[in-house]
């Protein structure tokens, strides 16, 4: 009898038993099984446990794209605890926000890496390689290698379905949150199940895919190639340069079927055409896109460049991890459609009194299904906010379900379709990331010399959004706008550093004392140069 699928690590034990010798990760020159990624898994999680891990409790997971990185966090699933998949392009500063806020006690990393940063105090930090160097914010200190390579008496291993069930939190996802400082979203194993189950649906998955991982883990939309190939027994095949060279090199030398994108790859893949066009992609079944809208012209090249890869466009928010595609066929209906429901969820269009908007109204997104996250990490107040009961749930089912707002307004054509119209709030969709303007804004002020500062968004056809500032100083301080960038790009990760930054005098206020960001991004919108970076005249507008 096949073991039927509750939790994460249910959809690994399942693979390893039915496909105990087919590849399940490539990373670079290493090549696991599923017998041998589940043996691996098995040991660290036998040393958390070891090391007093409780079931759920939360474990940092801070690598690069890798073998050390997936066998972790599955580790840190099979022992009962919650994996906190940190992003490896962010620095300490933002690192020591998420291990606070989550309450981690554990932390996964490089060891080099963890060398040079000033993080919390955790009681145990797990590190690459077959060192154990001296941390001043860790415990303990133990090297992963000697733990995947020791002897594994079967016998003193935990329980093949481990201790956690379906209704346990299983992660936190830390995005952009609209105070400024990341905030975490909940998801159960169930969540990550229900995804896995339905994307693999709409895709057509099955255990000849081999998946293309450039995103990175800490990204639902990364998370997602894992889950998938997982529950299908298929592929991941791990890509560390994003180098166009390298990823076209690892598609055709890995026979990669199926390639996750957000809108800043498509230039990257596309750079070769002629090499895309001499040897083509023939392995490549699909495509798929998510984290903003694609530029038609890359869409439209992708199209002529590889006539046989189907492309899907998704549209998800974190909070329920995936809510829409596009099937390939329908890719006529234009960049601003997303498509309808996927599998198993409902999508209602709402006003602002939750009632149903009729073909062609605006409204907003609401999201109903088995992935609707479980909310937000210590935070009752946003999470009412945003999960709200079922305002359709029938009287004889009672009204314990929550659906997700996901502040995205839509429309519903009357072809039935959801076509993208904007955001309530003042977010930015930057390089397949959602932004808060106040977490770039506060970013800049702790520059020395930074008095205020004022952030916009402006329209960019490969990032979607670039990021504007504006930034004034305090008396007799000078600051070029080249070291403010350098500044917060020493404190942050590319996607908060500004494309452009002015310098000015001081930033205009209205008549209550606060800053008028409608008018600086109206001067600022309309006298932009795209070839300069600094302005500290008035530039016509009061105040500044």
């Known amino acids: ?51 007093g891990l409780e079931r759920g409790e939360r474990v940092a997971v801070w690598l690069e794209r890798s073998v050390a990185s997936v066998i972790s966090m599955l580790a ?52 690459t390689g077959r060192d154990e160097p001296k941390l001043p914010f860790a415990s303990k200190v133990r090297a992963l290698d000697p733990i995947f390579e020791q002897g594994f008496d079967e016998a003193a291993s935990i329980p093949k379905e481990g201790p956690a069930i379906e209704n346990d939190l299983a992660t936190i996802l830390y995005t952009s949150g609209s105070t400024g400082l990341p905030k975490g979203i909940m998801f159960s194993h169930r969540n990550l199940v229900a995804g896995a189950q339905i994307v693999s649906t709409y895709l057509e998955n099955t255990c000849d895919d081999r998946l293309l991982a450039v995103l990175p883990f800490s990204f639902d939309y990364g998370l997602s190639q894992i889950t998938t190939m997982l529950r ?19 598609l055709r030398k890995e026979r990669v079927t199926g390639l996750a994108m957000v809108p800043p790859l498509w230039p990257v893949v596309l750079q070769n055409r002629r090499s895309l066009l001499s040897e083509p992609l023939t ?12 530029a038609k012209t890359h869409l439209d090249d992708l199209c002529r460049l590889l006539p046989r890869t189907k492309v899907f466009l998704m549209y998800g928010l974190t909070e329920a991890f995936r809510s829409t595609f596009l099937p390939p066929s329908m ?15 409902d999508i209602f269009v709402l006003d602002a009194d939750s009632k149903e908007v009729g073909p062609g109204e605006v409204g907003e997104l609401v999201h109903r299904g088995p ?5 937000y990490w210590g935070d009752p107040e946003r999470t009412a906010q945003a999960y709200r009961l079922n305002p359709f749930a029938p009287p004889e089912v009672g009204q314990g379900e929550r659906v997700v707002y996901s502040g995205d307004l839509v429309r519903r054509g009357e072809d039935g379709f959801l076509y993208f119209v904007g955001r309530r709030d003042a977010q930015i969709k930057t390089h397949g990331y959602r932004v808060s303007p106040e977490e770039v804004e506060a970013l800049i002020v702790a520059v020395p010399g930074v008095r205020e500062a004022v952030v916009f968004p402006e329209p960019d056809p490969v990032m979607g959004q670039r990021i504007v500032a504006i930034a004034s100083t305090w008396d007799d301080v000078v600051l070029s706008a080249d070291s403010i960038k350098a500044a917060v790009k020493s404190q942050a990760p590319h996607y908060l550093v500004p494309s452009r930054v002015h310098v000015v005098v001081a930033l205009p206020r209205g008549a209550t004392g606060k800053i008028d960001r409608e008018g600086i991004r109206n001067v600022f919108s309309q006298n932009d140069d795209e070839s300069g970076t600094e302005d500290r005249a008035t530039s016509g507008a009061p105040g500044i």
Do not use: W
């Open 371 to 375: 992935t609707v996250a479980m909310g």
């Open 1 to 51: 009898m096949m073991r039927p699928v509750f939790t994460v690590d249910d959809l690994l034990a399942r693979s390893a038993a039915r496909r105990p010798g087919h590849v399940a990760l490539v990373d670079e020159d290493v090549r696991l099984s599923y017998s041998e990624l589940d043996s691996r898994v098995a040991r660290l999680a036998r040393a958390f446990l070891d090391d």
């Open 283 to 294: 392995s490549l079944r699909y495509v798929t896109n998510s984290g903003g809208v694609v």
């Open 232 to 250: 299908v027994s298929g592929t991941v095949v791990i890509q560390r340069s994003l180098m166009p060279g390298d990823i076209l090199s690892t």
């Open 76 to 127: 840190v699933a099979r022992a009962g605890g919650v994996f906190v998949n940190v992003s490896p392009v962010l620095k300490s500063p933002q690192v020591s926000h998420i291990l606070r806020d989550s309450r981690s006690t554990r932390l996964v990393g490089d060891s080099l890496g963890l060398g040079e940063s000033k993080l919390p105090d955790v009681e145990f930090a797990y590190v």
């Open 331 to 345: 890719l006529g209906k234009g960049p601003s459609c997303i498509g309808r429901a996927i599998p198993g969820t």
